[in-house]
């Protein structure tokens, strides 16, 4: 006896799964870089970093960029800091609160 021929396939409904737009966070392909505030002193290695030109050990904005980790103090200077990775950054930050277009937008939702 022959095997009976297949019915038609049924079409499976659609269903978007994505978030609406206003609730998708950006992919790391389209970050250039993240930051987050450090207020307290920063220790590593037993040692408290400062900043290089102004001396400053406080009230960091630690900002991680293209696999680099930079220091940045509250007069502007930026250091990179080669004891941190992005290991340890992600570790340490939390969700992010915002996206911003530019590196000046999110100084300023920062406080910097």
Same mark, same amino acid.
Request: aromatic share 8%.
């Given at each position: *006896?022959?095997?009976? &021929?297949?019915?038609? /396939? &049924?079409? =499976? /409904? !659609? !269903?978007?799964?994505?978030? %609406?737009?206003?609730?998708?966070?950006?992919?790391?392909?389209? !970050?250039?870089?993240? *930051? *987050? %505030?450090?207020?307290?002193?920063?220790?590593?290695?037993? +040692? *408290?970093?400062?900043?290089? #030109?102004?001396? /400053? @050990?406080?009230?960091?904005?630690?900002?991680?960029?293209?696999? #680099?980790?930079?220091? $940045?103090? $509250?007069?502007?200077?930026?250091?990179? +800091?080669? $004891?941190?990775?992005? =290991?340890? @950054?992600? $570790?340490?930050?939390? %969700?992010?609160?915002?996206?911003?277009?530019?590196? +000046?937008?999110?100084?300023?939702?920062?406080?910097?």
């Amino acid at each position: *006896m022959p095997a009976p &021929e297949p019915g038609p /396939a &049924e079409s =499976a /409904a !659609v !269903v978007d799964d994505f978030l %609406p737009p206003q609730l998708r966070v950006p992919s790391h392909d389209q !970050v250039d870089g993240k *930051m *987050m %505030p450090w207020k307290q002193p920063l220790v590593l290695d037993g +040692e *408290m970093a400062a900043c290089t #030109e102004c001396g /400053a @050990y406080r009230d960091w904005l630690i900002l991680s960029m293209h696999g #680099e980790i930079w220091l $940045r103090c $509250r007069a502007g200077h930026q250091q990179q +800091e080669t $004891r941190i990775d992005t =290991a340890w @950054y992600n $570790r340490h930050s939390g %969700p992010a609160d915002a996206t911003h277009a530019t590196f +000046e937008d999110c100084l300023r939702h920062l406080g910097h």
